[in-house]
Structure formats: structure tokens, C-alpha cells
């Protein structure tokens, strides 16, 4: 009995030194050997993980950049070259190398849809479209594109991914692989919904009572152009996809995109959960986002569609977008409808991302694509410093999620100052460019924080209804490994006493006023104190004092301050 008990405890505690995400309340969190763990990582390139040696060389690279993870491929072709048999040679070279640098892995797995294609399909895959269904157009015309209505292609890819999740038991003893990503990008630029048999059969049928039990749950909570697409015909409960969703302003074929994004999810979903009965990781997928000149592939998992993806299944622990904007509140906000989990797996490379994601989202992480093609130093030392200084006060920083005592500052190209209010205090954020000069010598703090939020709008593309609208345009970055503009610059705070704050940032300006109502003769500093964190306890390494005695946290560099305050 003794030992049918300690071989018990054994187990539960292995149990609970797996990857898992933590939900409590609106915080959620991951953990990593049982602690909370924040994803700082990259993405590599499509191809790299086909190349031993190239991912031999992403991890030492991604080692010297302070990150604790990065996202690599299994893909289906090479997995499954013939049917049945199977070879995971290369995703053992991949575990194995990031094993060897210390590092995690989040295993994207490029089964029937990569950025909308189905390229990585195996050749049997691709060469048999009459037992491998394609995606057909309103024209008849068949696209190169696997069905997400077909049962032939489900069945085929849950074998190759199921197959792939009995390997990572036997293979990844150590738990390197902490997260998996089911397919990449869903969805067509061709046609707003696949017209082959069984889908106009699914087309033309009543909305599934899986949709319906979703929308009278979340009534109220739906994305609003969603909300407005159901209100728009009377909120019914019965009737076919056109009956119960109305076009809206930005979305002409709106009821079409929320039947193939709701297909899409189930087909996903399915083979997902599948795999979990296996290998039970936090799994996630992820869209291709609206671009600047209004396109994307319709049905993919977009802000307008997010509610459809979530109706259709719960093997997905969340949706991520892929950010190569810079409009970080629209897109952040969006993707955290209904209380989705913020995760970015792919960005431009963007410090200021992850410190305003992490900081104002509560994301559980952040991973610039293309580590192996980075050219910008300047960007690269940035981000290994605050990969860094994040992986010191994980801790503290996961123990204000989704708490009033951490926000994020961003401070955009040719934005209006602003302010956030944490405590009893207005903290008015400027760009740090603009002070490079200023002297203070004693200008009172209490004139300081009067500004409003504003945040510009970078994007440059027609907003759709329901999303909100910031004020000015300016094109982003041309391409993911593009240098950051200029002035530009984010934080994170954290109040860690009512008088206390720790800032961590760049490119920024921050000053300090009382909220109005609240009585005082004069504001001033204790100190500000210049340091790190190490096991999540601040380290001062300076004192700034006289004509330093400001928070400006200098462009290009990253600067990490204790500021402390006193009120008579």
C-alpha cells in the first residue's frame, strides 16, 4: 500500500511539473516546471527547421539574445512522406538543440494550412484531390487549397498530428516543447467561402446549435460589428447562416466569413482535441491579420471572427494574432474579446511589443519572427535587454496580471502625449526625444500629468466598424526585420507601494502629478534610482539627483529606474 501510494505522489507531481496555462479569474498565466513562466522568444524561418545546422545556429543565436523559447516546425511532408510511415527525425534535431542551449520550444505544426495554402501537404496529399477535397470557388474553379469540410482531409491530418503527439511522449522527456500551434493561418484571399458540395450543403443548412448556445451566452460581449451582424435580423436563434447574420459597414459578406471562420475552427479543434487525448499541452492557433490596403484571407482568424473560431470547439486554449502593424491598442484590445489569452507568436522585431503587450495585455508573450534574419543590432541588443531584465521579474511581473498596480506606456511616431492613471497618481507620458536637452531645476511635478490618452493610428487602413479609431497614420515598417521609426518608445510600471514605482523602459518621458481632488503644498521625488532586477528584487547600481532628477528613460536603450515620492 505504501508503495501504490509513493508511486501515486510520483505521478501527481510529474503531472504537475507540466506545461500547462493557469487560469484564475481574468489572470491567466503559464507555467513552466510548475512556475509562472513568460514566453520571450522568436520565430524562425519557414524553411530554417528543414536545415540541421540552421537550427543549430537559431538557438545559439536566440541564447545570446536572452530569450527562454522559440517557436520551430513540424512539418507533414517530411513527417509523413508516405503514408503512414512516419519520420520525426527533425523534430528530434529540434527538441535536442534547444534542449541544448536551455531553451523552450513552441512546436508550430504545418499540417493542412500554412499562411492559407496547403503546401506542406505530403505529395499523396496533394496529388490526390479527388480523395482530398479542395476549397472551390463560387466560379467552380478548385483552388490549391484543402477543404476544411472534408472528412478525408480531417482523418489524414489528425493521424500525421496524433501520431507526432505519441512521439513527444516517448521523445521529450524533459518537457522542452511547452506549447503547441495547430496549423497556421486558415483561410482564402480567393473566395469569402468554399462552395464545394459539402459546404454548400453546410451552407445552405440552419446554423449549428453550437454557434447558438455561443451567441446567447455572450450576448453583450460579442465583437460589436458581430453583435450588430445578429441584432441587424432580430437576435433570432433559428435559421440559416443569411437569416441570422447581416452584412455590416467594412464587411459586404459578413455571414459567409463567419460560416467558413466557424468551419474552419471546427475542422481545427477537432484534430486538436485529438491530439490532447494524448499529449495534453496548451495549444493555440494563429491569423493573418488586415494589412494596409484592406486585404486578408477571408475566414481567418480576425478580430470581426474571433467569436466564430471560439464557438467552434474548446481544444484551442486561445487565438493570436500575427502583429506586423504597430497599432498595438487596436489589435491587443481586439484580441482579448470574450477573454481570450494574448499571445503575439509573430511580430516585426519590436522591443516596445513586448513591453507594452506584456505590460498593458497581460500577454503571456511575445516572439518577433525571422530570429535568423535580423540584421538591426541596434534592435537586437534592445530586445536581449529587456528579454532579459523580463526573465528576472517574471514573477512579479505575472503577479500583477490583470491588476490596476502594472500598465504599459507606448509612445507611437507623432502621438499626442498622454497619461494612465495607477494609485493616486496621473502619470503623463511624452516621448523622451523631445526632453534630450531640458534641464528641470526644480519645475513642479504638480503642473505635470494633464494630458489625455491618445493613440495614433499606424496601420493605414480603413478601420471596420467595431473597431476602435485612433487619430493619425503613418505607415509601419515595409517589412518584419525593418528598423523601428523614430521616437519610438514604450514601458512597463509597476506600482509596488503606493508611493513606489518601477519603471522599465525606452524612449519615453514620464511624469508624475496627484490625481485632482487630492490635497498636498508640493509633490517631489524621494528618489530616483537607477538599477536591474535579479530574482525579481531590484538591484540600484545609481542615484540621480539635481539637474538628472527626472524620469526619462533614453531612446534606444533600455533603462530600468525605482521611483520613489513624497506629498506635504
Not at 531584465?389 to 505575472?398: R, V
Not at 517631489?524 to 532586477?533: A, P, T, V
Amino acid at each position: 500500500m505504501k508503495k501504490i501510494f509513493i508511486l501515486l505522489l510520483i505521478s501527481n507531481l510529474a503531472l504537475a511539473q507540466f506545461p500547462q496555462l493557469s487560469k484564475v479569474g481574468n489572470q491567466t498565466k503559464m507555467l513552466v516546471d510548475g512556475k509562472p513562466f513568460l514566453i520571450l522568444g522568436s520565430e524562425m524561418h519557414n524553411s530554417t527547421g528543414t536545415d540541421t545546422a540552421a537550427v543549430t545556429a537559431v538557438m545559439k543565436e536566440a541564447k545570446t539574445l536572452k530569450m527562454n523559447t522559440v517557436l520551430g516546425y513540424a512539418y507533414w511532408e517530411i513527417v509523413e512522406p508516405v503514408e503512414g510511415k512516419f519520420n520525426f527525425d527533425l523534430v528530434d534535431h529540434l527538441i535536442l538543440a534547444a534542449e541544448k542551449e536551455n531553451l523552450k520550444l513552441i512546436l508550430v505544426w504545418f499540417g493542412s494550412w500554412k499562411s492559407t495554402t496547403s503546401s506542406y501537404a505530403p505529395e499523396w496529399v496533394k496529388t490526390n484531390p479527388q480523395r482530398f477535397e479542395r476549397y472551390v470557388t463560387e466560379d467552380g474553379s478548385s483552388l490549391e487549397i484543402l477543404s476544411p469540410f472534408s472528412d478525408e482531409n480531417l482523418k489524414a491530418d489528425t493521424k500525421a498530428y496524433v501520431a507526432l503527439m505519441k512521439h513527444l511522449i516517448d521523445f521529450d522527456k524533459k518537457h522542452t516543447v511547452i506549447m503547441l500551434q495547430p496549423e497556421n493561418e486558415p483561410g482564402t484571399f480567393m473566395s469569402y467561402r468554399d462552395f464545394s458540395p459539402k459546404a454548400q450543403k453546410a451552407w445552405q443548412a440552419i446554423v449549428p446549435k453550437e454557434v447558438i448556445d455561443y451567441l446567447v451566452k455572450n450576448k453583450g460581449k460579442l465583437f460589436p460589428a458581430f453583435e450588430n451582424a445578429w441584432a441587424t435580423n432580430g437576435s433570432q436563434t433559428k435559421g440559416t447562416w443569411q437569416e441570422l447574420f447581416a452584412d455590416q459597414p467594412g464587411y459586404p459578406h459578413y455571414a459567409e466569413e463567419l460560416f467558413m471562420a466557424f468551419h474552419y475552427s471546427k475542422f481545427i479543434n477537432a484534430f486538436a482535441a485529438e491530439g490532447r487525448k494524448v499529449l495534453d499541452l496548451p495549444s493555440y492557433c494563429n491569423g493573418w491579420l488586415y494589412n494596409k490596403l484592406g486585404y486578408y484571407p477571408h475566414g481567418t482568424i480576425n478580430p470581426h471572427v474571433l467569436d466564430m473560431y471560439r464557438a467552434g470547439g474548446n481544444a484551442l486554449d486561445f487565438y493570436s494574432p500575427n502583429v506586423y502593424s504597430l497599432d498595438y491598442d487596436m489589435l491587443f484590445s481586439a484580441y482579448k474579446t470574450g477573454g481570450n489569452t494574448l499571445f503575439i507568436p509573430e511580430s516585426i522585431l519590436s522591443p516596445a511589443g513586448v513591453l507594452y503587450a506584456i505590460g498593458e495585455y497581460d500577454a503571456i508573450g511575445f516572439a518577433p519572427y525571422g530570429i535568423d534574419g535580423w540584421t538591426y543590432e541596434k534592435n537586437k541588443t534592445l530586445l536581449s535587454d529587456v528579454n532579459q531584465t523580463l526573465a528576472e521579474m517574471s514573477g512579479l511581473i505575472t503577479s500583477k496580471f490583470n491588476s490596476p498596480e502594472m500598465r504599459g506606456l507606448y509612445q507611437a511616431p507623432m502621438a499626442k502625449n498622454k497619461s494612465i492613471e495607477m494609485g493616486d497618481y496621473v502619470l503623463s507620458v511624452s516621448s523622451a526625444e523631445s526632453h534630450r536637452f531640458a534641464i528641470d531645476f526644480g519645475k513642479s511635478l504638480e503642473k505635470a500629468g494633464k494630458e489625455t490618452i491618445s493613440f495614433p493610428q499606424l496601420m493605414g487602413i480603413e478601420i471596420p466598424e467595431g473597431m476602435p479609431k485612433p487619430e493619425t497614420q503613418q505607415d509601419p515598417p515595409s517589412n518584419p526585420f525593418a528598423g523601428l521609426p523614430k521616437d519610438y518608445g514604450a514601458a512597463i510600471v509597476v506600482q509596488n507601494s503606493a508611493d513606489e514605482f518601477y519603471i522599465l523602459g525606452y524612449g519615453l518621458r514620464v511624469d508624475f502629478a496627484l490625481k485632482n481632488g487630492i490635497a498636498f503644498k508640493h509633490l517631489g521625488y524621494r528618489s530616483i534610482e537607477k538599477g536591474h532586477f535579479k530574482n525579481n528584487e531590484f538591484v540600484s547600481t545609481k542615484r540621480w539627483n539635481g539637474d538628472e532628477l527626472k524620469v526619462v528613460l533614453p531612446e534606444g536603450e533600455l533603462t530600468v529606474l525605482k521611483v520613489r515620492l513624497y506629498r506635504n
